[in-house]
């Protein structure tokens, strides 16, 4: 059973460019959720995807935005990049369901891919 | 505003010893907790989660922790470490939302 799988592993960019990352979810998850690392700090939330569609979002600029597909996989698109947006960017899945009308999930977290920006 | 913090940035024990992290949390409410390790080169890893029921969980290599609701705290435990235990350590909360608020980590490092 393959877990998190994100592709490509590392990435360098230029200042201005644009670049999309891929998340592969764990079998039998329908929920993904990014993150953004930078060095030496925990993970920031971004953005979480169900259903095709964006549930919540974290305070990142407009210039990230994301996609869900059909199959569940997801991508990260990141548009006139900044120095600053040079971090390990965490692709996590999860299963969504209620206990007890409360929200239950686990996020399994994928290798993540290191984004040199410039 | 919903906060999780680590006081502990680095820490460094010999084998044998015991283990504690700290880490506290700032939500209202129900809270969803949960410790993530990741060890040199490899991706982050669930070691225990809470989501209520007993206080004290229990996890994966001998790890533990208990949640203290009056103290605001879920720390990490473990009574004897190993060599192959150096690793950085995450503790993350979820309160009512989705995402996952991280703590920004704790390095330990085993001397053996």
């Known amino acids: 059973d393959a877990g998190v799988t994100q592709s490509p592993t590392h990435l360098i960019k230029t200042r201005g460019q644009q670049v999309t990352l891929r998340c592969s979810p764990k079998s039998g998850h329908d929920t993904v959720s990014w993150y953004q690392q930078a060095l030496g700090q925990g993970p920031q939330f971004i953005f979480q995807?169900?259903?095709?569609?964006?549930?919540q979002r974290g305070n990142f600029p407009d210039r990230f935005s994301g996609h869900q597909f059909p199959n569940y996989s997801s991508e990260l698109n990141v548009n006139a990049l900044l120095l600053g947006d040079s971090a390990l960017y965490l692709c996590?899945?999860?299963?969504?369901?209620?206990?007890?009308?409360?929200?239950?999930?686990?996020?399994?977290f994928g290798p993540g891919t290191r984004l040199l920006v410039l | 505003a919903q906060s999780v913090s680590q006081h502990n940035h680095h820490v460094i024990l010999s084998e044998a010893a015991s283990l504690e992290l700290g880490c506290n949390y700032s939500?209202?409410?129900?809270?969803?907790l949960f410790w993530y390790v990741q060890y040199p080169g490899q991706h982050l890893q669930l070691l225990l989660k809470y989501f209520s029921g007993d206080p004290l969980v229990k996890g994966i290599k001998g790890f533990e922790a208990e949640f203290i609701k009056s103290k605001f705290s879920f720390n990490l435990r473990k009574p004897s470490v190993q060599w192959s235990d150096t690793a950085e350590y995450f503790c993350a909360g979820a309160s009512g939302t989705y995402k996952y608020i991280f703590g920004t980590g704790t390095r330990l490092k085993v001397l053996a």
């Open positions: 939500y209202g409410g129900t809270v969803n």
């Open positions: 996590a899945s999860s299963f969504f369901f209620l206990r007890n009308r409360r929200h239950s999930e686990t996020q399994y």
């Open positions: 995807y169900y259903e095709e569609e964006e549930r």
